[in-house]
């Protein structure tokens, strides 16, 4: 059944979306083979088959003539892209024929070539034609034909532009609920493709579904968002698609009885002066709002005069839907007005046109409003407007069942084509993973060679700083011990020797000798005297802090500096701040330092020809622990040689202590290593 329905109180927009659903159509191009003239002469006919400028059936001459030169080509993924452009502008010529026919071709050759996005595109010319046919069912399944294909393709802009389009046509079929979810679902993709002119589209048809679902709160909030976006849009139809955003809140406002937004919105579009010059269908339109709101809140002021401009300028353009709505108007104004002869009279004039022109929703109206205004016969039209309105119901909910069943059998064939692609993608994935897995066991194998030997080298390393600290440990044994002998040394002296000494000296004072030896007596007197000096002071260094434990570690530096500046040949000096106390510092960092000293040695003796090599402790805020080794070696470029696991080494102890380390080297200029960590 063709089911139309033409101008409505939100016309203006299905009208203007039926344009973008076709206008919109095919953004396909194809490239030119420059050396072919069939192909260039093709290109150029379908061209001439857009110029305005010639009449119609000399634009049709020109296609067709398009048509017979791309039958003889050879090469059929060419003669595809073709058809597809010819039957593309045959429909725009309403040249139903040759439509069909090339149409008809495109889809066959799509389908041997295994073209999805051509088979999507047919599907989608199919469409336009049934939609400007308002054949709405076969429209619909066309929309959903080329919705599958592109799917499957994953063309996410032609997706949505076909869930738009299914959208659409549910809401003119009074599905609101089915055209609401199909144009989230579109809303939801042209968001991710920031695709704002379709966004506008789309929250602007919501607002027509919220309103004709009396949903006006909703409805206002959609429109207030379409303008949102059509404000990011540039666009030469900008401010004509403004306009009828404007017209259709306002319609909103109408139904909400706030007449004084509605005008308000009606106004602020009449305030583009190039609108009657660039769309005069709804200028007046607009025209006729503003005079219909005031009369419905009662202020008659113009109200008539504008109800005729309307009129005139619609009957003048032989808008028929629009002289309908018109007349409508008119026939309530006279029956407010207590006219009745003239409310009927128009009222039945307005039924005749909507026959006229088959549009079903101004039959019914019409019917409503004679059943109001012509009280003789109110109940027979009441009857007919009962009977058109189930009836039409009727032929709506069977069309929307075939939309059901018809999305339902394409996405069980989408989620059977999704599980072959899946298992094709398994093969696939199976293969590489057993590829993979093979060259991963061989990998593995490669890996736990070298991981043994890493293993090896780690228990090495453990074993030797398991050593050190052994040493360590020895050595504070052994400078404790020796404290110790040289504190009872000390005691031995002061408290023993020095004491004999002194009560020696003391005894020596008090012999009575003759005048001649009394000056012997008292040079040994005095030198007894400077031997308990000495002794004392030798008693006092030996208590002394200078040889504490805190020079354990320096001691093991200084040895090793000493085994292996011999075995080098090389000067080796070493300082430190006195303010570093070692014992208060870390086993852990001092074997560190000495694994790293000990490193950079070897290297001297091994690389770097070095006769002199310099090591500093430096100790930075009391917290801080700098190391610098410095030689006058031959040095080495640190950008082009390899580093050895020498220097690996070091900078892995280094990293242990969360340090800093840095080597720098000069060529015939020397080496110096930097080591810096917290303690």
Do not use: P
Not at 62 to 73: G, M
């Amino acid at each position: 059944m063709k089911v139309k329905f033409h101008n409505t109180a939100v016309g203006y927009l299905f009208c203007y979306c039926s344009f973008l659903m076709l206008s919109c159509k095919n953004d396909l191009t194809f490239n030119k083979n420059k050396n072919s003239v069939k192909h260039d002469s093709i290109t150029r006919w379908i061209q001439q088959s857009k110029n305005r400028k010639l009449d119609v059936n000399s634009r049709e001459r020109i296609l067709q003539k398009a048509y017979n030169y791309t039958n003889i080509l050879s090469t059929d993924s060419i003669k595809n892209k073709y058809y597809s452009k010819i039957a593309f502008e045959a429909d725009n010529l309403n040249d139903v024929t040759l439509f069909k026919k090339v149409n008809f071709q495109a889809l066959i050759l799509s389908k041997k070539l295994r073209d999805t996005f051509k088979i999507g595109d047919a599907h989608w010319n199919y469409a336009s034609y049934y939609f400007k046919s308002e054949v709405f069912d076969s429209a619909y399944y066309h929309y959903h034909e080329a919705y599958k294909n592109f799917k499957l393709i994953k063309h996410e802009y032609y997706t949505a532009k076909m869930l738009y389009n299914m959208g659409f046509i549910q809401g003119r079929l009074k599905d609101y609920t089915g055209s609401e979810v199909l144009i989230f679902e579109a809303l939801t993709i042209f968001k991710k493709l920031n695709k704002n002119l379709n966004i506008y589209n789309c929250y602007n048809y919501l607002g027509l579904v919220y309103m004709e679902l009396e949903e006006y709160d909703k409805a206002i909030y959609y429109h207030n968002k379409s303008l949102e976006y059509l404000e990011k849009v540039k666009n030469k139809r900008k401010s004509i698609l403004k306009e009828g955003s404007l017209s259709n809140l306002g319609l909103v406002y109408q139904k909400l009885k706030d007449y004084h937004k509605s005008i308000e919105n009606f106004e602020r579009a009449l305030e583009n002066n190039n609108l009657k010059s660039r769309n005069v269908n709804l200028y007046a339109r607009l025209i006729d709002n503003i005079a219909y709101t005031k009369f419905l809140d009662g202020d008659s002021t113009n109200v008539i005069e504008d109800l005729y401009k309307a009129f005139k300028i619609r009957d003048s353009i032989h808008n028929l839907s629009g002289v309908v709505i018109s007349k409508r108007h008119l026939s309530e104004f006279y029956a407010l007005k207590r006219d009745t002869l003239k409310a009927v009279k128009l009222a039945n004039e307005a039924l005749s046109l909507a026959n006229k022109v088959e549009n079903n929703r101004d039959k019914l109206e019409s019917l409503l409003l004679l059943s109001k205004v012509d009280k003789l016969n109110a109940s027979n039209y009441l009857s007919n407007y009962v009977h058109l309105n189930d009836s039409l119901q009727v032929e709506e909910r069977k069309i929307r069942n075939k939309f059901t069943r018809i999305r339902f059998e394409t996405d069980e064939y989408i989620v059977e084509t999704e599980k072959l692609s899946q298992q094709k993608v398994l093969i696939i994935v199976g293969s590489f993973l057993t590829i993979l897995m093979l060259s991963l066991a061989y990998f593995l194998k490669v890996q736990r060679t070298k991981n043994k030997e890493l293993l090896f080298e780690r228990e090495q390393q453990k074993s030797n700083e398991e050593i050190f600290s052994l040493m360590l440990k020895q050595q504070s044994k052994l400078e404790e011990g020796r404290l110790k002998e040289r504190h009872r040394i000390s005691e031995d002296l002061h408290d023993g020797v020095l004491g004999k000494i002194f009560g020696t000296r003391i005894g020596l004072g008090f012999l009575t000798v003759n005048e001649n030896d009394s000056k012997k007596q008292q040079f040994y007197i005095d030198e007894l005297q400077n031997i308990e000096k000495e002794i004392r002071a030798i008693s006092h260094e030996l208590k002394s802090d200078i040889l504490s434990s805190k020079v354990d570690f320096y001691k093991i530096i200084e040895n090793l500096i000493e085994q292996k500046s011999t075995l080098g040949n090389f000067e080796c000096e070493m300082n430190a701040d006195k303010e570093i106390y070692w014992d208060k510092i870390s086993d852990k960092i001092k074997i560190n330092l000495y694994r790293i000293i000990q490193e950079a040695l070897q290297n001297c003796i091994k690389y770097s020809k070095a006769n002199r090599v310099d090591i500093q402790f430096e100790l930075l805020d009391y917290n801080t622990l700098n190391l610098f080794i410095k030689d006058n070696g031959i040095g080495f470029n640190i950008n082009e040689k390899r580093k050895g696991i020498g220097l690996k080494n070091m900078q892995s102890r280094v990293s242990k202590l969360k340090g800093v380390f840095e080597v720098n080297s000069i060529i015939n200029k020397g080496t110096t290593i930097f080591v810096s960590c917290s303690i």
